[in-house]
């Protein structure tokens, strides 16, 4: 079974420039995660969606970061002007349903951002 | 809310000695628990969840916690350190939509 696939794996951006992500989920998997995670701490979750509607987007910095996934499936994870402190590595996940009662969540590699 | 405390940042262990780490939960409900491995570079793996069925958990590589709800604790074990254990460790927890992470705990693993 292929895995949550993401790229590009590598970014460096100079500050106030742009960059998006994409991620393919696992076929079939209704939802879709963002997390951001910085060098030294754990994942934080940045957007999740149920299907293409958003579930919880209220840790996402919507002055400078977007997020859609157009017909449920693939997702794009945007960052509009980037800022030093948006350094990080951008996970991607998926899951058949909620994690509630344990329904397993699968992560992508990640996509690792270093902004100059 | 639902929140994780992992005890130690930084654990080291000899080969073939066991391994401890300690996780402390807070969740207002019965809780979905999960401890998640990252090796350098590479993405999340789960170890092991546990989901209010049998309180000791078997994971993959010889790992397993035990669900302690007296003691609002979740720490992983493993009898036996191997060199390719040494990685970042993740207790996690889901707060019924997302998981919501610890800080992480390093393995170091000695020869």
């Known amino acids: 079974e292929a895995g949550v696939a993401q790229s590009p794996r590598y970014k460096i951006i100079e500050k106030r420039q742009s960059v998006a992500f994409w991620c393919n989920p696992i076929s079939g998997h209704a939802t879709l995660y963002w997390y951001q995670q910085i060098l030294g701490q754990g994942p934080k979750l940045l957007i999740q969606?149920?299907?293409?509607?958003?579930?919880?987007d209220s840790q996402l910095p919507k002055d400078r970061f977007s997020a859609e996934r157009l017909k449920g499936v693939d997702s794009t994870l945007k960052i509009q002007p980037a800022k030093l402190e948006d350094s990080a590595v951008y996970l991607c996940a998926s899951s058949q349903l909620l994690p509630h009662r344990g329904n397993t969540i699968y992560f992508g590699e990640g996509s690792w951002l270093t902004v100059v | 809310a639902q929140s994780v405390t992992q005890l130690d940042s930084h654990v080291s262990v000899s080969e073939g000695t066991p391994v401890l780490l300690r996780c402390n939960y807070s969740s207002s409900y019965s809780p979905s628990l999960f401890w998640y491995v990252q090796h350098p570079n590479k993405g999340l793996q789960l170890l092991l969840k546990y989901t209010s069925a049998a309180t000791l958990v078997k994971g993959i590589n010889g790992f397993e916690a035990e669900f302690k709800k007296s003691e609002t604790s979740f720490h992983l074990t493993k009898p036996s350190a191997h060199m390719s254990d040494a990685a970042e460790y993740f207790c996690?927890?889901?707060?019924?939509?997302?998981?919501?992470f610890g800080k992480g705990t390093t393995l170091s693993v000695s020869s």
């Open positions: 969606f149920q299907n293409n509607g958003v579930v919880d």
């Open positions: 996690v927890v889901s707060d019924g939509t997302a998981l919501i």
